[in-house]
């Protein structure tokens, strides 16, 4: 994709503002994920901005962004969540940066291993000598800004003031989608939750419980016990196998489908508007929407919009309080960039993090 000039002066991020004390070899700044958390990244609000602006980005065309490729090494029977994924990308704006997400995943790496599921590293380049300037921790930036894109997408397609929030999978995406949307929505009143291991649903309900003391949590026996309650319906599980039939929302929901494979092909059939973050990201790797694009049955025309044109207002949000609305966000790095370089832009300002030598 062209990438056309931002708007005013641009300020570039130059390895000259990392180099090392000798002022010979130019160095770059490592930031993990506890001093990630000390500059704010735990928390929602910095996370909401950057997404916000990465959309904006994207529907204006002002961004570089090459079809992630992904990485699997186990048989063609593996599970769909066991990959590795490079997503690498350029956002433009006052502070144009380029970079890349590199973050691997197992599903079962929590059982076998004790391990979290997803771990990754971004990389940050200066864009006008393309020099590497900073290495962060992903895990925590993935799972923030995954959960603030569903809270950007709920300020414009969920009704106004829903109170009841159905979340499916209750591991760290669901905690970091959870504690977003009450940071942003202080009107819920209830969360629904379910897993099929409900140790994960009771842990996350007392997680929740002590920070929260006036939101009533709820464990459901089942999704679609949970689905049926929801406004806000959120999906965070590893299933490779669709399982939320259009017959299970309740009119007006928004279902935030965080992990791509839960609802089956009939509610993107049915639903009254289908979001996505980008198509051409969307329609690929055999996901239910390049299914049902392979099928005939959808098409970039049958899509509303990607969730950058609502965000200017070039198209509109949720109309009415009946309508039926799905986003399918895969995922895209920009958001990853963008939320990236706020960090690293607070990290110089308060001397965070440890200076590297390149060489």
Same mark, same amino acid.
């Given at each position: 994709?062209s990438?056309?000039?931002?708007?005013?002066?641009?300020?570039?991020?130059?390895?000259?503002?990392?180099?090392?004390?000798?002022g010979?070899?130019?160095t770059?700044?490592?930031?993990? &994920?506890e001093?990630?958390?000390?500059?704010?990244?735990?928390?929602?609000? %910095?996370?909401?901005?950057?997404?916000?602006?990465?959309?904006?980005?994207?529907?204006?065309?002002?961004?570089?962004?090459?079809?992630?490729?992904?990485?699997?090494t186990?048989?063609?029977?593996?599970h769909?969540?066991?990959?590795?994924?490079?997503?690498?990308?350029?956002?433009?704006?006052?502070?144009p940066?380029?970079?890349?997400?590199?973050?691997?995943s197992?599903?079962?790496?929590?059982? &076998?291993?004790?391990?979290?599921?997803?771990?990754?590293?971004?990389? !940050?380049?200066?864009?006008?000598s393309?020099?590497?300037?900073?290495? %962060?921790?992903?895990g925590?930036?993935?799972?923030?800004?995954?959960a603030?894109?569903?809270?950007?997408?709920?300020?414009?397609?969920?009704?106004?003031?829903?109170?009841?929030?159905?979340?499916?999978?209750?591991?760290?995406?669901?905690?970091?989608? %959870?504690?977003?949307?009450?940071e942003?929505?202080?009107?819920?009143?209830?969360?629904?939750?379910?897993?099929v291991?409900?140790a994960?649903?009771?842990?996350?309900r007392?997680?929740?419980?002590?920070?929260?003391?006036?939101?009533?949590?709820?464990i459901?026996?089942?999704?679609?016990?949970a689905?049926?309650?929801?406004?806000?319906?959120?999906?965070c599980?590893?299933?490779?196998?669709?399982?939320?039939?259009?017959?299970?929302?309740q009119?007006?929901?928004?279902?935030?489908?965080?992990s791509?494979m839960?609802v089956?092909?009939d509610?993107?059939?049915?639903?009254?508007?289908v979001?996505?973050?980008?198509?051409?990201?969307s329609?690929?790797?055999?996901k239910?929407?390049?299914?049902?694009? !392979?099928?005939?049955?959808?098409s &970039?025309?049958?899509?509303?919009?990607?969730?950058?044109?609502?965000v200017?207002g070039?198209?509109?949000?949720?109309?009415?309080?009946?309508?039926i609305?799905?986003l399918?966000p895969m995922?895209?790095?920009?958001?990853?960039?963008?939320?990236?370089?706020?960090?690293? %832009?607070?990290?110089?300002e308060?001397?965070?993090?440890?200076?590297?030598?390149?060489?």
């Open positions: 994709m990438m056309k000039a931002a708007g005013g002066t641009a300020q570039t991020i130059s390895p000259e503002q990392t180099r090392s004390n000798n010979k070899a130019p770059l700044l490592y930031l993990d &994920r001093t990630i958390a000390s500059l704010g990244g735990e928390r929602s609000d %910095l996370y909401v901005e950057a997404i916000e602006q990465a959309l904006t980005l994207h529907a204006r065309g002002e961004y570089v962004q090459p079809l992630k490729p992904y990485l699997r186990d048989s063609k029977d593996g769909i969540a066991d990959r590795i994924i490079a997503m690498p990308a350029h956002i433009g704006g006052d502070t940066m380029s970079g890349i997400k590199w973050i691997g197992k599903h079962d790496n929590p059982q &076998r291993k004790g391990l979290e599921r997803a771990s990754g590293i971004i990389a !940050l380049n200066d864009p006008q393309n020099y590497p300037v900073a290495i %962060l921790e992903a925590l930036i993935s799972s923030m800004r995954t603030a894109v569903t809270a950007v997408a709920a300020r414009h397609l969920a009704r106004k003031n829903f109170r009841r929030v159905s979340c499916i999978g209750c591991g760290l995406i669901a905690s970091a989608q %959870l504690r977003t949307l009450l942003q929505f202080a009107h819920i009143e209830e969360l629904h939750l379910y897993d291991n409900a994960a649903a009771e842990r996350l007392d997680e929740l419980a002590s920070r929260y003391m006036n939101i009533k949590i709820h459901e026996q089942s999704a679609e016990n689905v049926r309650q929801g406004e806000v319906v959120v999906t599980t590893v299933t490779d196998t669709p399982y939320i039939p259009y017959e299970w929302l009119k007006g929901v928004f279902v935030s489908n965080t791509i839960d089956q092909k509610v993107f059939l049915k639903a009254d508007k979001v996505v973050d980008d198509w051409d990201q329609n690929r790797e055999k239910m929407i390049n299914q049902l694009v !392979l099928e005939g049955s959808f &970039r025309e049958s899509l509303y919009a990607e969730l950058g044109e609502i200017i070039q198209k509109a949000g949720r109309e009415s309080d009946e309508e609305i799905i399918n995922g895209m790095a920009i958001e990853d960039i963008s939320c990236a370089r706020h960090i690293y %832009l607070k990290a110089l308060e001397k965070a993090g440890v200076s590297l030598k390149l060489y």
